[in-house]
């Protein structure tokens, strides 16, 4: 397989410009999970999707965010309104099913200024 | 709501040199429990995982960890450390099974310093 795919790696962007980040997970996991991880702390589950049906969103995901899974295979991350405190790695996960293995992706770098 | 601490937030040690990452979980279900390995600035990889079964779990790397129920901790040991393994440490668990098995709390992480 060829990992979990994210882009852009990085991005700048001025305050309350919109961004997005694209993340194609493994061939045939049907399981895509994002999370936002800031500088010295771990990773904060932010949503999950199985197929293109997002089942759970985190309290962390406020109405400037959306995600999207439009056909169950790639997934986009959209912040609207991009503010200082969404500076951050925002990483995409894919599993196949329960109990295989949960495969992060390289992370996108956010940095708002 | 489960909550994972990792009790170190550094650890330095000295090449060939054994190594223990501690990890503790509250959680009023059962979990399941993962350590994962980040190397700067890069995605997580996964080094082991605990479902079911044996609670002593090996992964790569020569990493193992142990599952311990009554003390409700989970922590990673390697025998024998190598400059490569310099990095950060997470511990996470998940709750549970179906839906809610890929969505990981994790610790704030253990930076692993080896030094020659």
């Known amino acids: 397989d060829t990992g979990v795919s994210q882009d852009p790696r990085h991005k700048i962007t001025k305050r309350g410009q919109n961004v997005t980040f694209r993340c194609d997970p493994i061939?045939?996991?049907?399981?895509l999970y994002w999370y936002r991880q800031t500088l010295g702390q771990g990773p904060e589950f932010l949503t999950y999707f199985q197929n293109e049906a997002q089942l759970e969103k985190s309290r962390l995901l406020s109405d400037r965010f959306s995600a999207e899974r439009p056909k169950g295979s790639f997934s986009t991350l959209e912040i609207q309104r991009t503010e200082q405190g969404d500076s951050a790695m925002y990483l995409c996960a894919s599993s196949q099913k329960q109990g295989n293995t949960i495969y992060f992706g390289e992370g996108s770098w956010l940095t708002v200024v | 709501a489960q909550s994972v601490t990792q009790l170190d937030s550094q650890v330095p040690v000295f090449e060939e040199a054994p190594v223990e990452l501690r990890c503790n979980y509250s959680?009023?279900?059962?979990?399941?429990l993962f350590w994962y390995v980040q190397y700067p600035n890069q995605g997580l990889q996964l080094l082991l995982k605990?479902?079911?079964?044996?609670?002593l779990v090996k992964g790569i790397n020569g990493f193992e960890a142990e599952f311990n129920k009554s003390q409700t901790s989970f922590h990673l040991r390697k025998p024998s450390v190598h400059i490569s393994d310099t990095a950060e440490y997470f511990c996470?668990?998940?709750?549970?099974?179906?839906?809610?098995?890929?969505?990981?709390?994790f610790g704030q992480g253990t930076i692993l310093t080896v030094h020659p």
């Open positions: 061939s045939e996991h049907n399981r």
């Open positions: 959680s009023s279900v059962s979990v399941y």
């Open positions: 996470a668990v998940s709750v549970g099974g179906g839906t809610s098995y890929g969505k990981l709390t």
């Open positions: 605990y479902l079911s079964g044996s609670t």
